[in-house]
């Protein structure tokens, strides 16, 4: 397979392209597309042929459920439920935005059973990125799209990454810009109460409590098993994960430092910029993930560049101390987490 590249910012007739995006989506065709979170490889919500063939172009085990991505509310009005009142807040104050939310799917609604991994429920969400909202607008086709990357490996965040892991295997990658968050959105299941955070992402508990009120909301901190089907994308497998062993160094900065020294270029570490003048004798390929703990947002927008970083320069393994839990990084420490197990 050949695999188009249209970049629909730079392009002088954007109606030509939306015509082909939609007939190419109509014809069951894969489309990776830019959003504020990570890349998307997108296929008619409503074409069982189409979303199989995301589930075969990323190795993706099929009870892994999809997220669907739509323009405006009416289009969800014979799809789900968003009539409760909690959830219609959500929409009104995340919504275009982050933020994924499970819901009650309704009967016959036409969303292939393959998007919902056979569950009652569906993941459905409003992006903001412009690029995705002019396709999403244009060609008026509800979006199944998980991230565009090979199963099991760091999110795509840029053009070059998707290319990397799919050029070849799908029909059409939309270039644009970096993705502006870097983690994928926060899913929030809807369809109890509280509300549970089925995966952290830049949305926060303490920001929907701001909204729906203090205890509305938990995280899920169950332990999921082989046997459990996971409702949300990044629940059960391991995900996020470089080709080489990223190792958690539950020791002092001095400690980790001494046993570096005997370390080379296929070796790499990720500490922080202001750590810089400590590290700059050794011999393995360091990368910052920001400036220090509390750049949060900026740590979120390097991880997994940094860790595709790491594949291309082909290291063994990949070094990186605790980082003290707060409010804002759950979501950074759940994507360190998934990539490091083993499950």
């Known amino acids: 397979m050949e695999t188009e590249i249209i970049n629909i910012s730079k392009s002088e007739s954007k109606e030509e392209i939306y015509s082909k995006l939609t007939e190419y989506y109509k014809r069951g065709k894969l489309v990776a597309i830019p959003t504020e979170t990570v890349y998307g490889l997108s296929a008619n919500a409503m074409d069982d042929e189409a979303v199989s063939k995301i589930y075969e172009a990323k190795g993706r085990p099929s009870d892994n459920p999809l997220i669907v991505h739509f323009y405006e509310m009416s289009q969800l009005d014979e799809i789900v439920d968003y009539s409760d009142e909690n959830v219609k807040k959500l ?166 430092i001494n046993i570096l020294k005997d370390k080379n270029q296929k070796t790499g570490f990720i500490t922080y910029k202001e750590m810089e003048s400590r590290v700059d004798d050794l011999n393995v390929s360091i990368k910052y993930l920001a400036e220090n703990e509390k750049s949060v947002e900026q740590s979120n927008k390097n991880l997994y560049n940094i860790l595709r970083e790491f594949d291309e320069e082909k290291v063994e393994e990949i070094f990186i101390l605790p980082i003290e839990e707060t409010k804002e990084n759950k979501a950074l420490l759940n994507r360190l987490n998934k990539a490091i197990s083993k499950k």
């Open 91 to 256: 929409i009104d104050k995340f919504w275009p935005g982050p933020m994924t939310l499970i819901l009650n799917v309704k009967e016959n609604n036409g969303i292939s059973k393959k998007v919902t991994a056979g569950l009652n429920t569906l993941a459905v969400r409003m992006p903001s990125n412009v690029t995705a909202r002019g396709i999403l607008k244009e060609t008026e086709i509800l979006l199944a799209a998980p991230s565009a990357n090979t199963s099991g490996k760091p999110s795509p965040t840029k053009f070059e990454h998707v290319y990397h892991d799919l050029n070849g295997k799908i029909d059409v990658i939309i270039e644009d810009e970096q993705s502006d968050i870097g983690l994928e959105s926060t899913v929030i299941d809807c369809t109890r109460y509280p509300l549970v955070i089925a995966r952290p992402g830049d949305i926060t508990k303490e920001d929907i409590e701001s909204v729906l009120g203090e205890g509305s909301v938990k995280y899920n901190e169950e332990v999921l098993t082989q046997n459990v089907a996971p409702i949300s994308p990044g629940m059960k497998y391991r995900h996020y994960s470089p080709e080489a062993e990223l190792v958690l160094f539950n020791d002092s900065f001095e400690n980790l």
